[in-house]
């Protein structure tokens, strides 16, 4: 079964930096592109940041572009989300995905 685990999110100041983490089990995770989505209260969901299964190629939604980065690491099945100088829009529940996996998500909320 294969099960992509979210974790990091919480209650942070404008200006204020996170760092979420998804983990993955149930498949070789080296061989799949990941990729963290966010929805914001009633919005649909939206892209924020992917990279892709050799770590050479990375994208970013042009609204979190300079302040997200998105890293992972193979050997720990794990994908990381750093995101600097966050802003009130970016309050969201956080998914981590995989196609066609999804996290259950975690909360993040920016505080102005």
């Known amino acids: 079964q294969v099960q992509l685990v979210e974790s990091g999110g919480g209650l942070v100041q404008a200006g204020g930096s996170l760092r979420l983490s998804c983990t993955t089990s149930g498949r070789a995770f080296s061989w799949y592109n990941m990729a963290w989505l966010r929805q914001a209260p009633g919005k649909g969901r939206e892209f924020v940041a992917g990279?892709?299964?050799?770590?050479?190629?990375?994208s970013y939604a042009d609204s979190v572009k300079g302040r997200f980065t998105i890293f992972r690491d193979n050997a720990k099945n794990a994908v990381d989300l750093q995101m600097n100088s966050l802003k009130p829009e970016d309050t969201a529940v956080y998914y981590c995905y995989s196609s066609p996996y999804w996290g259950q998500g975690t909360q993040v909320t920016v505080s102005s």
């Open positions: 990279i892709n299964w050799s770590r050479d190629s990375t």
